[in-house]
């Protein structure tokens, strides 16, 4: 089974458009989410401009602050100061990754906690580790909602997450682990790779490596989360980390790129928003 993350992604967007709506009646305006984009990647433009497409789709006010690749870190930080302080702002990112001049430790810890709705802010990710109240980050939130949307049984199940990343891996290994399953992580140490995941009910690939896991490393009706997003070096198209053509005969169910793991994030990004809107309101 292909789990569509476009077809659960519309899902989640279609409830938050119907509780923004509700909103706007009760509080008198929508939600704000703003995004700060430096530079010109490519990659980041097009990022930006797909979340700014699914925040007016779901009604949000929305606004991008585009900024030369040139601006200073100490700019920068004003920017984002002004920004927290800023009664009409709900939600608050930058977008990832920054000129090797700019700090994005600072940055991203520069961010109003309550206003954090990548939920990348120290203070999100202790209270993620220590069980309290916060805001998930949107791509491990994404993955366990495809999981559950599929009907993977998480609890008492071996999961293998390659990648420990403080974006991907390492959370989404936390929600996995709140949700009892057993989990291993994997990384570019990882001795006997094939044999690890072989062995997982669950796996989830974070790594940013063109059709890395192949067929012999998935285990008969394992559940296959692909997180990466790559260009296929022969194609130039985009592709994930898992050979999907191969991987699809063994897997129970399996996420594609295009069309997986990323708008979840995108939709997960847009409750989040939705989330800090409402505690704003509700503790005014
Ligand atoms: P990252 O910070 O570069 O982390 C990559 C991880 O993969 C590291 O932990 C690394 O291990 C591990 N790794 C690298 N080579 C390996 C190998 N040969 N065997 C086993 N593990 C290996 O990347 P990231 O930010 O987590 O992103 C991973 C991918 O997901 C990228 O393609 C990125 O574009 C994509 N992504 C997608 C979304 C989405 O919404 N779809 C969101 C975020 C990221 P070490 O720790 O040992 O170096």
Redesign the pocket.
Known sequence: MIISGKDLALEVKNDVAERVKQCVAEYGRPPHLVVILVGENPASVSYVAGKGRDAEEVGFKNTTIRKPESISEEELLGLIAELNADESVDGLLVQLPLPKHISEAKVIEAIAKEKDVDGFHPLNVASLWQKLPCLLPC?PKGIIKLLDKAGVQIEGKKAVV????N???LPVSKLLLDRNATVTI?????KN?AQVTSEADILVV????PL?VTADMVGEGAAVID????RHPETGKLCG?VDFEACKEKASVITPVPGG??PM?RACLMENTLECYLNKMMNK
């Open positions: 791509t390659i990648g420990r990343s974006i991907v891996g994997a990384h570019s140490r990882t790779l974070a790594i940013g490596k890395f997180v990466g997003v790559n980390d793991v990323g994030t």
